[in-house]
């Protein structure tokens, strides 16, 4: 049974550009949350995804913007890049909704340079 | 708001002996609290959760944590700690704002477990 898996790993953008990160939620799972996690930080919500939908937002600007499939993956878009976006990207999925034991991948690191 | 605090920004333990890394809550309703665990480079591990029962609950790994109402507090605990153990280690609360779920996570406790 495959859990949450993200890709890639690692990448490195310049100031300006844009990214596209993504996610493919544990088997069974249809509800993708992304939370941004900076240095030193917890893990910030910037938004979920269920039913092909944004069902809520973090404290986020437009800049990230994101899209769930019809088989449940996601991907998570950021556009003209800042060095403030570097950190960890995660992406959780859960079922239903409910969020209540969220499985977590192991993260996307994004370096803005 | 939903809020969690964790007081440790490290806690420093020798092998063998107890654990504790402490974490306080602040909600409006019933608290759903959660202890996740990150090792280097990695994603976050889920632990254990407390939605309502027991106030001790146990977990993964050999971990449990206390839920104190009266305190606000959910301190994650274990009886004899690894080396193993040491890694970064979040607390949450879920926030239901509008029906929908999300975690709000504390900033993080590191643990160290020394031989």
């Known amino acids: 049974d495959a859990g949450v898996t993200q890709s890639p790993t690692h990448l490195i953008k310049t100031r300006g550009q844009q990214v596209t990160l993504r996610c493919s939620p544990k088997?069974?799972?249809?509800?993708v949350s992304w939370y941004q996690q900076a240095l030193g930080q917890g893990p910030q919500f910037i938004f979920q995804y269920y039913e092909e939908e944004e069902r809520q937002r973090g404290n986020f600007p437009d800049r990230f913007s994101g899209h769930q499939f019809p088989n449940y993956s996601s991907e998570l878009n950021v556009n003209a890049l800042l060095l403030g976006d570097s950190a960890l990207y995660l992406c959780a999925s859960s079922l239903g909704g409910t969020g209540l034991e969220a499985f977590f991948g192991q993260g996307t690191r994004l370096t803005v340079v | 708001a939903q809020s969690v605090a964790q007081p440790e920004d490290q806690v420093n333990v020798a092998e063998g002996n107890p654990l504790t890394v402490k974490c306080t809550y602040s909600?409006?309703?019933?608290?759903?609290l959660f202890w996740y665990v990150q090792y280097p480079n990695r994603g976050l591990q889920f632990l254990l959760k407390?939605?309502?029962?027991?106030?001790l609950v146990k977990g993964s790994y050999g971990f449990e944590a206390e839920f104190n109402k009266s305190q606000t507090s959910f301190h994650l605990k274990k009886p004899s700690a690894l080396v193993s153990d040491s890694a970064l280690y979040f607390c949450?609360?879920?926030?239901?704002?509008?029906?929908?779920?999300?975690?709000?996570f504390g900033a993080g406790t590191r643990l160290a477990v020394h031989p």
């Open positions: 909600v409006s309703g019933n608290p759903y």
């Open positions: 088997s069974g799972h249809d509800t």
């Open positions: 407390y939605i309502t029962g027991d106030n």
């Open positions: 949450a609360v879920r926030d239901g704002a509008g029906g929908y779920n999300k975690l709000i």
